[in-house]
């Protein structure tokens, strides 16, 4: 199984709203990610969590709060986001961070800014 | 700067038609290349991971190679759901012993039946 589940697929909200991204996996991964991609776009890398523990936070601005409760989940807790917020963001999990594996990513959470 | 460039940018073939994409790439320390199919709207699915010059790798009507500086992803008479944006990622040891992996910008096929 090298599924990873993203929730919710699609999410609508306001500039003054407070919603949170979900992302599970049970493939007994260490390593855990949050990227940002924009349309005709390449993944962009927000944040990385190794053994439970941020390790990489690519200077993402702090309305982006992320969160790993255990080794299985990844939260994204979202506030005060602007229009240009807007965009997919995709969870992704391998085994090691810094082990030479490749990561499976989730189908994503399209989010919009209104 | 680690630079990972694929090409071309968009690719429209034949059904039937074999073609390669290619990734090219400027890394010290290269630990691992991955290449991933990405459906519009979807997460990317990942194909291959690729370690060293001269390893292949095969699945369906793909074929992934690897030379010091690039890698090709060979398909086979392409069927239309083919279809999709081909991304290649690379992995190399960066700045205090970082593994961020970095992306291309992928190549956008279109297979018409």
């Known amino acids: 199984d090298t599924e990873v589940t993203q929730t919710p697929k699609h999410l609508v909200m306001g500039m003054t709203n407070k919603k949170s991204l979900k992302c599970e996996q049970h493939m007994g991964h260490r390593a855990m990610y949050w990227y940002k991609q924009k349309a005709k776009k390449p993944p962009e890398l927000m944040f990385v969590?190794?053994?439970?523990?941020?390790?990489i936070n690519e200077s993402v601005p702090s309305r982006f709060s992320p969160e790993c409760p255990n080794s299985s989940l990844l939260n994204l807790h979202l506030h005060a986001l602007q229009p240009e917020d807007s965009a997919l963001y995709l969870c992704a999990s391998s085994q090691e961070f810094r082990g030479n594996t490749e990561a499976f990513f989730g189908q994503g959470t399209r989010l919009t800014v209104v | 700067e680690d630079q990972v460039t694929q090409s071309p940018e968009a690719l429209r073939l034949q059904e039937g038609e074999s073609s390669s994409l290619n990734c090219s790439y400027t890394?010290?320390?290269?630990?691992?290349l991955f290449w991933y199919r990405q459906d519009p709207g979807k997460g990317p699915e990942f194909l291959f991971t690729?370690?060293?010059a001269g390893e292949e790798k095969e699945k369906e009507r793909l074929k992934a190679t690897l030379t010091k500086k690039e890698s090709f992803l060979h398909i086979t008479a392409p069927k239309p759901e083919d279809s999709a944006t081909y991304l290649c990622?690379?992995?190399?040891?960066?700045?205090?012993?970082?593994?961020?992996?970095?992306f291309g910008r992928g190549t956008s096929l279109i297979v018409h039946p």
């Open positions: 969590y190794s053994y439970e523990k941020l390790s």
């Open positions: 690729l370690y060293s």
């Open positions: 990622a690379v992995q190399a040891v960066g700045a205090g012993g970082s593994y961020i992996p970095t």
């Open positions: 890394v010290s320390g290269l630990r691992g």
